[in-house]
């Protein structure tokens, strides 16, 4: 079969609607063209073949003569899509070739071989480990760092150490990948090589459910991908339209990464590893060396900054090759797989050529021009690679670079997009949109997967609605996820539903989502466990939660796991659910299941999973995890690092800010004491009088969790505010590994709740700290007398609010108190009915059901006796520390002080003095 031949069918209409001949009668036919690779795929037709030649047919490339024409004229024929649906070729991975498998060529030298020996990275261990993992139980190990920083060499090394007898595939990009699958179910082991795994993320490609299944078949997948394209994908992926949970197409994408094994391929190699390369003998590695620290050794090696600056600097004197180069560079950055055809690449560097200067700059002819961008430089590669077949490609060191601004070309002209478009077929298609969405170009990306939705692509069809959803055109994007939901496909069922929900169509979208649910979703689950909850079946959301968890979903498996927590049904062996969420490696169920093991007093244990927590939650957010930045700013906070807590909350903020929790870090003046830093809920906030945060702050002393019981140490802590028919708590606990910032109105079953704090917090054990003091001031005078004092702060962690007629909350006295004679500053005393004994130096005051007690001196003993009883002032100032005259004066002006006069013997003294503070 000779050559590509170009079909005159519409490529929008479905594979099955492709032409075959077709008799129409005895006497008349009719004839249309086809691709020819689509006769390959056509069974009856390769036998028919068989059998009346005796071959098989197979593809080749039709390649002209370059005689009489220019240089270009060769290559003219080649298609950017050949490479789509191309075969899938098994060797063994010790017979691979490493040029072969994408490792970059060095210069020749004599003496020595034409590959310089591998050298030892310091992540060479962390890679091998990765593999042995996967070794044994399929999955993707991911190498990601700049153009020519040794990451496909690296992985070909350890790929030959690790499993030498394995078969290796090595497909081209945009070829379609759902037949591995099948050719996996053989005995022999199997490893996938996806080098420059950008090619291969579309809907034939590698997606979520395909490496699922091959994972189960025990598949190994190695793949590269350069770095700014990996911070793109997961930049999609965060900042993607969010619908109660679920992302749309291809920006899931970003989370199959996060699914990886991940190795980072630094471009400048350390200390370390250069005094290991200087035992090389190789002069081509010392030459690398002696280049400075500037560039790492493998870019060196490959040319890479010797093509960039060769380029550049080719603009004086190749000023026409230099556009060509640019143009190739321009089309490869639209995300065009396969080779190039020259005369695009001809066609498009007449504005490269013009945006440098045109005609002013004597560009050479094309001819010299394209021999000049085709040239090998040092013996190694030229700036216009030739691809097998025909066809070009520009060095990948020069798209890294122009990626990052480093070179001639600017920013993409529009006739270069709509040359993509022109070129893209197939799966190449997704390739641009997705190129086209991280550049900010959804008119492109829509462009280019109306075609594919069009033919009845579903998954197309699901990103095309998420581009037209995001573009403001809802009900466009709508319709396009029922048309693909309609035909099946799960995906689209999840995010229709999610996306009905949103628009208040709650019935219709549980349908949806339960359609989902019968198609394999998880996440649909997810979806209605939250839709349950939110209509207050508590049940009901626990039953679907729970049936994620057991299907694997973490997020399931953490909100089963926090809605048994929050109920204290912490004993519970169902708790554990956070645990395997936790094990499964989600950084938020590590900080929540620590606080479930610290309520149970496990604290080695919880300290190892706050360990992990945070250790994952940093990997996660390095490589841009909004959800894993939250956690870890959690994480920073109650360990006391507000700052660098603050940071990663803002560097969430600004990928995904619907991903924000609803709560702040806000931090005391200066000049109060109390709390330094909190962590406080909007809702709070809004509930609140003005300067009653400030108060609130003052009355509470970061000292032990009400959930926990554990010391909250030097961290910040969240504030929760649990309200009741008479009034509302406002308490403290561990950020994120207890509670999380609230006010709420709900708090464990109606028994607990109705009992009070000392049930709230889930135990019957009391975890508020009370602390108190004696003293004998002038500050205080009852009738022109100064009387022994007992200052008591009767839950450090807690304070009292009450809602006042304008519907604002603010700080009061306890109303327990209040019930049993206390009254605030200004008031009358009381004789409250209480009791007051001092005896051995100890005084101890009873009032109701508390007790506190203090030391005193023999004076202040000798005074109270002689007065008859003591002054009892209960306030949230009071600091637990010792006492002194500022200790003394911000407990007194504390807004929930209050004071009693309790007798040494009950009854005694009915006179009612008046209280004040002396100026």
Same mark, same amino acid.
């Given at each position: 079969?000779?050559?590509?031949?170009?079909?005159?069918?519409?490529?929008?209409?479905?594979?099955?609607?492709?032409?075959?001949?077709?008799?129409?009668?005895?006497?008349?036919?009719?004839?249309?063209?086809?691709?020819?690779?689509?006769?390959?795929?056509?069974?009856?037709?390769?036998?028919?073949?068989?059998?009346?030649?005796?071959?098989?047919?197979?593809?080749?490339?039709?390649?002209?003569?370059?005689?009489?024409?220019?240089?270009?004229?060769?290559?003219?024929?080649?298609?950017?899509?050949?490479?789509?649906?191309?075969?899938?070729?098994?060797?063994?991975?010790?017979?691979?070739?490493?040029?072969?498998?994408?490792?970059?060529?060095?210069?020749?030298?004599?003496?020595?071989?034409?590959?310089?020996?591998?050298?030892?990275?310091?992540?060479?261990?962390?890679?091998?480990?990765?593999?042995?993992?996967?070794?044994?139980?399929?999955?993707?190990?991911?190498?990601?760092?700049?153009?020519?920083?040794?990451?496909?060499?690296?992985?070909?090394?350890?790929?030959?150490?690790?499993?030498?007898?394995?078969?290796?595939?090595?497909?081209?990009?945009?070829?379609?990948?759902?037949?591995?699958?099948?050719?996996?179910?053989?005995?022999?082991?199997?490893?996938?090589?996806?080098?420059?795994?950008?090619?291969?993320?579309?809907?034939?490609?590698?997606?979520?459910?395909?490496?699922?299944?091959?994972?189960?078949?025990?598949?190994?997948?190695?793949?590269?991908?350069?770095?700014?394209?990996?911070?793109?994908?997961?930049?999609?992926?965060?900042?993607?339209?969010?619908?109660?949970?679920?992302?749309?197409?291809?920006?899931?994408?970003?989370?199959?990464?996060?699914?990886?094994?991940?190795?980072?391929?630094?471009?400048?190699?350390?200390?370390?590893?250069?005094?290991?390369?200087?035992?090389?003998?190789?002069?081509?590695?010392?030459?690398?060396?002696?280049?400075?620290?500037?560039?790492?050794?493998?870019?060196?090696?490959?040319?890479?900054?010797?093509?960039?600056?060769?380029?550049?600097?080719?603009?004086?004197?190749?000023?026409?090759?230099?556009?060509?180069?640019?143009?190739?560079?321009?089309?490869?950055?639209?995300?065009?797989?396969?080779?190039?055809?020259?005369?695009?690449?001809?066609?498009?560097?007449?504005?490269?050529?013009?945006?440098?200067?045109?005609?002013?700059?004597?560009?050479?002819?094309?001819?010299?021009?394209?021999?000049?961008?085709?040239?090998?430089?040092?013996?190694?590669?030229?700036?216009?690679?030739?691809?097998?077949?025909?066809?070009?490609?520009?060095?990948?060191?020069?798209?890294?670079?122009?990626?990052?601004?480093?070179?001639?070309?600017?920013?993409?002209?529009?006739?270069?997009?709509?040359?993509?478009?022109?070129?893209?077929?197939?799966?190449?298609?997704?390739?641009?949109?997705?190129?086209?969405?991280?550049?900010?170009?959804?008119?492109?990306?829509?462009?280019?997967?109306?075609?594919?939705?069009?033919?009845?692509?579903?998954?197309?069809?699901?990103?095309?609605?998420?581009?037209?959803?995001?573009?403001?055109?809802?009900?466009?994007?709508?319709?396009?996820?029922?048309? /693909? &939901?309609?035909? +099946? #496909?799960?995906? !689209? $069922?999840?995010? @229709? *539903?999610?996306? =009905?929900?949103?628009?208040? %169509?709650?019935?219709?979208?549980?349908?949806?989502?339960?359609?989902?649910?019968?198609?394999?979703?998880?996440?649909?689950?997810?979806?209605?466990?939250?839709?349950?909850?939110?209509?207050?079946?508590?049940?009901?959301?626990?039953?679907?939660?729970?049936?994620?968890?057991?299907?694997?979903?973490?997020?399931?498996?953490?909100?089963?796991?926090?809605?048994?927590?929050?109920?204290?049904?912490?004993?519970?062996?169902?708790?554990?659910?956070?645990?395997?969420?936790?094990?499964?490696?989600?950084?938020?169920?590590?900080?929540?299941?620590?606080?479930?093991?610290?309520?149970?007093?496990?604290?080695?244990?919880?300290?190892?999973?706050?360990?992990?927590?945070?250790?994952?939650?940093?990997? /996660? &957010?390095?490589? +841009? #995890?909004?959800? !894993? $930045?939250?956690? @870890? *700013?959690?994480? =920073?906070?109650?360990?006391? %690092?507000?700052?660098?807590?603050?940071?990663?909350?803002?560097?969430?903020?600004?990928?995904?800010?619907?991903?924000?929790?609803?709560?702040?870090?806000?931090?005391?003046?200066?000049?109060?004491?109390?709390?330094?830093?909190?962590?406080?809920?909007?809702?709070?906030?809004?509930?609140?009088?003005?300067?009653?945060?400030?108060?609130?702050?003052?009355?509470?002393?970061?000292?032990?969790?009400?959930?926990?019981?554990?010391?909250?140490?030097?961290?910040?802590?969240?504030?929760?505010?649990?309200?009741?028919?008479?009034?509302?708590?406002?308490?403290?606990?561990?950020?994120?590994?207890?509670?999380?910032?609230?006010?709420?109105?709900?708090?464990?079953?109606?028994?607990?709740?109705?009992?009070?704090?000392?049930?709230?917090?889930?135990?019957?054990?009391?975890? @508020?700290?009370?602390?108190?003091?004696?003293?004998?001031?002038?500050?205080?005078?009852?009738?022109?007398?100064?009387?022994?004092?007992?200052?008591?702060?009767?839950?450090?962690?807690?304070?009292?609010?009450?809602?006042?007629?304008?519907?604002?909350?603010?700080?009061?006295?306890?109303?327990?108190?209040?019930?049993?004679?206390?009254?605030?500053?200004?008031?009358?005393?009381?004789?409250?009915?209480?009791?007051?004994?001092?005896?051995?130096?100890?005084?101890?005051?009873?009032?109701?059901?508390?007790?506190?007690?203090?030391?005193?001196?023999?004076?202040?003993?000798?005074?109270?006796?002689?007065?008859?009883?003591?002054?009892?002032?209960?306030?949230?100032?009071?600091?637990?520390?010792?006492?002194?005259?500022?200790?003394?004066?911000?407990?007194?002006?504390?807004?929930?002080?209050?004071?009693?006069?309790?007798?040494?013997?009950?009854?005694?003294?009915?006179?009612?003095?008046?209280?004040?503070?002396?100026?």
């Amino acid at each position: 079969m000779a050559g590509h031949v170009r079909s005159c069918c519409d490529a929008a209409r479905p594979r099955d609607w492709c032409c075959r001949p077709r008799p129409r009668g005895m006497g008349h036919g009719r004839l249309e063209v086809l691709p020819a690779r689509l006769l390959l795929e056509d069974e009856v037709f390769v036998d028919l073949v068989q059998r009346h030649t005796g071959l098989h047919p197979t593809l080749e490339s039709l390649v002209r003569s370059a005689t009489g024409g220019s240089l270009h004229e060769v290559t003219d024929s080649v298609n950017v899509a050949t490479a789509i649906g191309g075969t899938i070729d098994w060797e063994e991975v010790s017979a691979a070739s490493a040029a072969h498998f994408g490792v970059h060529r060095v210069r020749e030298v004599s003496g020595f071989p034409r590959m310089v020996d591998c050298l030892p990275r310091d992540f060479d261990n962390e890679l091998q480990s990765h593999l042995a993992e996967v070794v044994e139980s399929g999955g993707l190990v991911l190498l990601t760092g700049p153009s020519a920083a040794g990451k496909t060499r690296s992985a070909f090394e350890a790929v030959q150490r690790v499993c030498p007898d394995w078969l290796v595939c090595r497909p081209e990009p945009a070829t379609d990948l759902s037949g591995l699958t099948a050719a996996c179910r053989t005995g022999a082991r199997h490893l996938v090589w996806l080098d420059d795994l950008e090619g291969h993320l579309h809907s034939a490609g590698l997606t979520a459910s395909l490496l699922a299944e091959l994972q189960r078949r025990g598949v190994v997948v190695v793949a590269t991908l350069r770095s700014h394209l990996y911070d793109d994908l997961l930049q999609l992926d965060s900042a993607a339209v969010s619908l109660g949970g679920p992302t749309y197409g291809s920006r899931a994408a970003g989370r199959l990464l996060r699914q990886a094994r991940h190795v980072q391929v630094p471009r400048t190699w350390s200390e370390a590893e250069r005094v290991e390369a200087g035992r090389s003998k190789d002069p081509r590695v010392i030459q690398a060396l002696e280049a400075g620290e500037g560039y790492g050794l493998a870019e060196y090696l490959a040319a890479g900054p010797q093509l960039l600056e060769r380029w550049k600097a080719g603009g004086d004197r190749h000023p026409r090759g230099a556009a060509l180069v640019a143009a190739a560079v321009d089309l490869a950055r639209t995300g065009l797989a396969g080779p190039l055809p020259a005369g695009a690449i001809e066609e498009l560097h007449g504005a490269c050529l013009q945006r440098a200067g045109g005609a002013a700059l004597r560009p050479e002819p094309i001819k010299e021009a394209w021999e000049w961008a085709t040239r090998e430089s040092l013996g190694i590669t030229s700036l216009l690679v030739p691809s097998e077949g025909g066809g070009w490609r520009p060095f990948d060191y020069l798209v890294t670079g122009a990626t990052q601004g480093q070179e001639p070309s600017g920013k993409l002209d529009e006739s270069v997009w709509r040359k993509a478009l022109d070129l893209a077929e197939g799966q190449g298609r997704s390739l641009v949109a997705w190129a086209a969405l991280t550049a900010e170009r959804s008119d492109i990306a829509k462009e280019a997967l109306l075609p594919l939705a069009a033919a009845g692509e579903t998954a197309a069809m699901v990103n095309l609605a998420a581009v037209l959803i995001e573009s403001g055109e809802r009900s466009a994007g709508e319709r396009w996820l029922r048309e /693909a &939901a309609t035909h +099946g #496909d799960g995906t !689209a $069922m999840l995010h @229709l *539903g999610a996306l =009905l929900v949103a628009a208040d %169509d709650s019935s219709q979208g549980k349908e949806w989502l339960e359609k989902a649910v019968e198609s394999g979703r998880t996440q649909a689950l997810r979806l209605l466990g939250d839709l349950a909850s939110q209509d207050g079946e508590d049940e009901a959301a626990a039953e679907l939660w729970e049936r994620g968890a057991e299907q694997g979903d973490d997020e399931c498996a953490v909100k089963y796991g926090n809605l048994l927590r929050q109920r204290y049904m912490v004993l519970d062996d169902r708790g554990t659910w956070l645990q395997k969420a936790a094990d499964r490696g989600l950084s938020a169920a590590a900080l929540s299941f620590a606080g479930w093991l610290a309520y149970r007093k496990q604290k080695e244990a919880a300290a190892y999973y706050l360990i992990q927590a945070r250790e994952r939650a940093l990997a /996660a &957010a390095k490589e +841009g #995890d909004p959800d !894993a $930045m939250i956690t @870890l *700013g959690t994480v =920073l906070a109650w360990e006391g %690092d507000a700052a660098s807590a603050e940071s990663w909350f803002r560097k969430a903020r600004q990928r995904t800010p619907l991903l924000m929790p609803d709560w702040r870090i806000v931090r005391a003046q200066a000049d109060r004491g109390g709390l330094q830093a909190l962590a406080v809920s909007r809702s709070t906030e809004e509930q609140l009088a003005e300067g009653q945060l400030a108060d609130v702050m003052e009355g509470l002393w970061p000292l032990d969790c009400q959930y926990c019981g554990l010391s909250l140490g030097a961290g910040v802590p969240a504030l929760r505010v649990f309200e009741q028919p008479w009034g509302a708590t406002a308490s403290l606990y561990h950020l994120g590994m207890c509670r999380y910032p609230e006010w709420t109105d709900n708090d464990g079953t109606r028994r607990d709740s109705s009992v009070g704090i000392f049930k709230i917090i889930g135990s019957s054990e009391p975890r @508020l700290t009370w602390t108190a003091s004696a003293a004998h001031t002038p500050q205080i005078t009852l009738d022109d007398k100064s009387p022994l004092i007992l200052l008591v702060n009767a839950g450090a962690e807690s304070v009292g609010l009450v809602q006042s007629e304008d519907a604002q909350w603010r700080m009061a006295p306890s109303a327990i108190h209040q019930r049993q004679g206390m009254m605030p500053a200004g008031h009358a005393l009381n004789v409250v009915a209480g009791a007051a004994t001092v005896l051995r130096g100890q005084l101890t005051v009873k009032l109701g059901l508390e007790e506190w007690s203090s030391e005193v001196s023999r004076d202040m003993e000798r005074l109270c006796k002689r007065q008859g009883g003591v002054l009892l002032i209960i306030t949230s100032g009071l600091a637990p520390v010792e006492p002194s005259a500022a200790v003394l004066n911000m407990a007194l002006s504390a807004p929930d002080a209050i004071a009693g006069w309790v007798p040494i013997v009950q009854g005694e003294r009915k006179w009612s003095p008046r209280w004040r503070e002396r100026s």
